[in-house]
């Protein structure tokens, strides 16, 4: 039994800031030099992004030290910001309502009521609470309280691909199954201070944001034809365990990003994935579009370069990245709702990064 796409709902916060405006405000209240911010204007620039949106957020226009109170200004140049406690309790009172939206809105463009979900798989890497995401899930969707869960933790961008695995295998299981995956991330919790290298990639990608999926096997599927998940393949690149990391920190979670990453998929993706795509019964001319993660323009630029797509073929991921930035796990359900929605012919590979360095990749038909 094959498990269908049977719908998709995404939700972003309410305000949004725009890039222009976020490095003014990093600069400002961490007490970066002059000479600094002008490098720090230039690595946002060169972001691709447009917006992020954040939970943080209360409004969207007027002085930028008002738009948001959680983040006090430096006090001193050792001042690393909230501790990662503050950074919880955020998370905590945040993503619950937000993962919530995402939900409502895949059910009901599956058509599919929460007294029928019998699975619930729940992704996050940006928080830790218990009871979490899944038991406010129940509780608001209305899930039957005997609904069975799963959560994927701290699997960074990829996590929802791996969500999508575990879902796939319960309808493999059970063709009555009825999986809802969703993925909530509030990446703009992590903020680092200061003049962090490890850290300065990140405040400039990162953002807020949280989506799902409702599955259901082919032959209970309804309405018009839909995508359905047809494998799903990962590989962990040998000699890459430091180029790509995510750790919890004293104050909030600590990502790093080699500059080998662009480099290690360069080398590493394009015979994997011809090797796991010919278990197929496919080659890399059969796949009729792409769902690339866009963790930044590097790595959309190394897997265009190790696939010989063009921009246009990556264009839905260069347009959720400017909108919307990176918001890790759900972005990669935010660009295949998009192309879904478009009608983006199949096969369709989706790809996705993470820490390890891992990639995962889900192929729909």
């Avoid at 945040?94 to 599919?112: F, M, S």
């Avoid at 690339?292 to 073929?313: D, K, Q, S």
Wanted: charged letters at 20%; one cysteine or more.
């Amino acid at each position: 039994m094959t498990m269908h796409v049977a719908g998709i709902g995404t939700a972003l916060p309410e305000h949004h800031l725009t890039q222009t405006d976020a490095v003014e405000l990093h600069a400002r209240f961490c007490r970066i030099d002059d000479a600094r911010a002008r490098t720090l204007r230039a690595l946002y620039r060169r972001s691709g992004i447009e917006a992020r949106r954040s939970v943080l957020l209360t409004r969207c226009d007027g002085p930028l030290e008002l738009r948001q109170s959680f983040y006090p200004p430096a006090a001193h140049e050792e001042d690393r910001g909230p501790a990662t406690e503050a950074r919880m309790r955020a998370y905590a009172r945040h993503a619950p309502p937000l993962a919530q939206t995402a939900a409502a809105r895949a059910l009901e463009r599956a058509g599919i009521s929460g007294n029928e979900v019998t699975h619930l798989v729940t992704v996050s890497c940006t928080g830790f609470v218990s009871p979490g995401v899944d038991a406010a899930l129940i509780e608001g969707l209305g899930l039957p309280r005997s609904v069975e869960r799963t959560n994927v933790g701290f699997m960074g961008c990829h996590g929802a691909l791996n969500g999508l695995r575990v879902a796939k295998s319960f309808v493999d299981g059970d063709a009555a199954a009825v999986p809802l995956v969703c993925a909530v991330e509030l990446c703009t919790l992590h903020f680092a201070y200061g003049w962090d290298p490890e850290m300065l990639v990140a405040n400039a990608l990162f953002a807020d944001g949280a989506a799902a999926l409702v599955g259901r096997a082919s032959g209970v599927a309804t309405g018009p034809p839909a995508w359905r998940i047809a494998a799903t393949g990962t590989l962990l690149m040998d000699g890459s365990a430091e180029a790509m990391t995510w750790r919890v920190g004293d104050h909030g979670f600590r990502m790093t990003l080699s500059a080998e990453v662009p480099v290690l998929i360069e080398t590493h993706l394009r015979d994997w994935l011809q090797g796991w795509l010919a278990g197929q019964g496919l080659g890399l001319d059969d796949v009729a579009s792409w769902a690339v993660h866009p963790g930044g323009p590097r790595i959309l630029g190394a897997v265009e370069r190790a696939l010989g797509l063009t921009r246009e073929e990556t264009a839905p991921a260069r347009a959720v990245l400017a909108e919307c930035g990176n918001m890790s796990s759900p972005t990669i359900l935010f660009i295949l709702d998009r192309m879904h929605s478009a009608g983006a012919p199949a096969p369709c590979v989706a790809l996705a990064f993470g820490p390890g360095l891992v990639v995962e990749a889900t192929l729909f038909l």
